[in-house]
């Protein structure tokens, strides 16, 4: 059974860079033909889908989000990564990473990280 | 989600049916999943492909798709059925990749 866990930091500032982690354990993130995952959550909205990296290194993301989203996998670390640039308040969410198919079934999620925007 | 539009709250009786709508210009000619998410947890798949159960999944959860409405029928609804419900849809052709529905909370009166 696969697992997946967020780290990094839970405050920012504007302006910054948000960067995340996804650390998988239970399965190598290189193996089977999986997508790995970037979605977030404002308090109280829906979700909202950032991105995502084939085990190949491929990325795909959301086009709103494009021009300041990198997802990149760190394979030596089974671990796979989220920079989100020139973070602001409206940047605030719950951050989930997952496993799941081209199609987007997801099968395993990480618990979700609190990442807040504020000067 | 401007392109999948769900109704923002859906609510019914224990025992009775809950219909939970995803509408998109030709959304029957995409695949659809359907995902149940409780307060302070990830979501989890109840329905995907348009209408296959994941194991695990009560048999009173069901999925059709046609036309331009998608719909996550839920039967005998129960108490523990009360969450929110998203839909997703991979958008392979106009580059807008994954796209999830605004959500539907459903109520158990």
């Known amino acids: 059974q696969v697992q997946l866990r967020e780290s990094g930091p839970g405050l920012l500032k504007p302006s910054q860079t948000l960067s995340l982690t996804c650390t998988v354990s239970g399965g190598s993130i290189r193996g089977g033909t999986y997508f790995w995952y970037w979605i977030r959550q404002p308090a109280g909205r829906g979700l909202e889908w950032i991105g995502r990296?084939?085990?190949?290194?491929?990325?795909d993301y959301n086009p709103s989000l494009s021009s300041r989203v990198t997802i990149s996998l760190v394979s030596s670390e089974n671990q796979f990564s989220l920079k989100l640039n020139t973070v602001t308040a409206t940047d605030t969410a719950v951050y989930y990473c997952?496993?799941?198919?081209?199609?987007?079934?997801?099968?395993?999620w990480g618990q979700g990280i609190q990442v807040t925007v504020s000067s | 989600s401007d392109v999948l539009t769900q109704p923002p709250s859906v609510s019914v009786a224990p025992g009775k049916t809950a219909k939970i709508t995803c509408e998109e210009y030709?959304?029957?000619?995409?695949?659809v999943h359907w995902y149940q998410q409780k307060p302070g947890q990830a979501p989890v798949v109840v329905i995907h492909?348009?209408?296959d159960r994941p194991s695990g999944i009560p048999e009173r959860f069901s999925g059709s798709n046609s036309g331009d409405t998608a719909t996550l029928t839920i039967s005998g609804v129960e108490a523990g059925d009360e969450a929110d419900y998203y839909c997703l849809v991979w958008h392979t052709s106009d580059q807008l990749g994954v796209v999830f529905g605004g959500g539907t909370k459903l109520t158990v009166l």
């Open positions: 997952a496993r799941g198919d081209y199609y987007a079934l997801f099968d395993s």
């Open positions: 492909s348009d209408s």
């Open positions: 990296v084939y085990n190949s290194g491929g990325t």
């Open positions: 030709k959304i029957g000619s995409r695949s």
